[in-house]
């Protein structure tokens, strides 16, 4: 195995969630968009094994070192694994981006019959789970996806306190967790998102799908980071190609929104009926995994800091571990529905309080809900007062750190 970072900073959230399933025969494995800190989980999890026990067998695969190019199928894979396990002990064996491996979840099938084998995975694109993993070991594995830094990881990791001008920087940047070895600085650290978003749209979309309108891709991109957390409608689809004299069929535009969307670069929220209690087939919103990767590619805007907000907040409820969905009431929106197992959480997000109109559509919007589930507007006000008619106000960091 080569050397582990000399110093790792524990995302106890994620570790805590995969304690549960150590040792059992099941395959642990963390998605998400690269750069997120998946890596990092995997020694977080080996430092811990050596808590538990004096000597753990541990063998790890980084597909992102040439070191382990040589390692290219399953075949390649599961002779490896057969050489270089323990044969007297339960081997730990990690793999990292395993997805550069062709025909992975054959070899993973294979290994999973090993009983002394406890296996852990990492990818960046969700195909990878739906077809490759999910066809092959159905019931035998778990996915945990791993986000950017939540708010209160970005003060761990930067020992920063919440302060007004904290929550900015977070707004601004993003939680990538390598950010805390850069100045925060918008040359240093756009520079550097800008070089991950290449990296995301080359390996995981335009090589692994064979995009030949690549010009089209970032342009699309570009537009995604213009409407963010807009209903993604056929018009807007038709007035953005009438914008950029493209003759590219929408359907073939959604296919493209796919791809962004599985390389984990946006999340897609569907829309849901109160009403109906049903989901709509068509127009769903996106928001962005990483918010500073956003405001790399368009610019950190005064007009945009609603939309920020409401991506935060989204990213927020995916951490606490909600299901999520956008709110539809008749001709209401409902920003966000929230649920967790039986319990939902409805939430409005405002930038400020200070309107009458404001004030009349958020709360009015959620008072129109004919049930008792908690009912919240989330601002980026600093407003500490009583609740309204039971509706309850929080700020934004207020929000990410409860």
Known sequence: ???????????????????????????????????????YLLFQLMDYLKTVYSEPSVLYINKEDLAFSFIATAADLVTYVNENASKTSKTYLFIDEIQ??????????????????????TGSNATMLSSDIAGHLSGRFIEINVQSLSYSEFLDFHTLQDTPSTLELYMKYGGLPYLKNLSLEDEVVFEY????????????????????????????????CSTTGSLFSNKK????????????????????????????????????????????????KYYFENLGIRNALWGYRLEDRGKIIENIVYNELLFKGYQVHVGVLGSQEIDFIAQKNTEKWYIQVALALTEEKTLEREFGNLLKIQDNYRKTVVTLDTYQGASYEGIEVLNLSSFCLS
């Open 237 to 284: 689809i038709s007035d953005f190609l009438k914008s950029q004299k493209t003759n590219m069929p929408p359907n073939q535009v959604q296919l493209y929104v796919n791809y962004l969307v599985n390389a984990f670069l946006i999340y897609k929220v569907s829309r849901y009926d109160l009403i109906g209690k049903r989901l709509f087939e068509i127009g769903d």
């Open 1 to 39: 195995m080569n050397t582990m970072p000399s110093h790792i900073i524990t995302r106890s959230h994620y570790l805590n969630k995969v304690k549960p399933f150590i040792n059992q025969s099941i395959i642990k494995v963390f998605t998400g968009q690269r750069r997120v800190g998946k890596s």
């Open 193 to 224: 998102l800008k070089n991950i978003y290449s990296t995301i749209v080359y390996r995981d979309i335009i090589n692994r799908f064979a995009i030949r309108n690549v010009s089209f891709l970032e342009k699309l991109v570009h537009f995604m």
């Open 100 to 121: 550069d491996i062709t025909d992975f979840s054959i070899a993973l099938r294979s290994l999973l019959l090993q009983e002394n084998l406890d296996i852990y995975c």
